[in-house]
């Protein structure tokens, strides 16, 4: 796999990519993760696109800054790239 170049993404999107990653670890998803962004860019802007129409009712149990945040990263194919070689970093035997 390429390094992507993290030039393209803020501070605070690297914060949340790391959070997220560690999110999806510690949750046992990240090999079901992996095949998600390996398919292509499909599925994560399809997920954006439903965090769009589902803010609303997300934003009663979510801050809505942190959807807005998730689905503008689902968006952007770079942090996709890093969120990917993030989660390969990650990888630890009790995903097997």
């Not at 959807?67 to 390969?88: C, D, K, S, V």
Request: one cysteine or more; proline letters at 7%.
């Amino acid at each position: 796999m390429t390094q992507v170049s993290q030039n393209h993404v803020t501070p605070d999107q690297k914060v949340a990519i790391e959070q997220a990653a560690n999110e999806i670890c510690r949750r046992g998803f990240r090999v079901p993760a992996l095949a998600v962004l390996e398919s292509g860019p499909f599925f994560p802007f399809l997920g954006s696109q439903l965090l769009w129409i589902a803010q609303p009712a997300l934003s009663l149990f979510l801050p809505s800054h942190k959807i807005r945040q998730a689905a503008e990263l689902l968006e952007a194919p770079e942090a996709m790239l890093i969120l990917t070689e993030t989660l390969h970093a990650n990888d630890d035997t009790r995903d097997i």
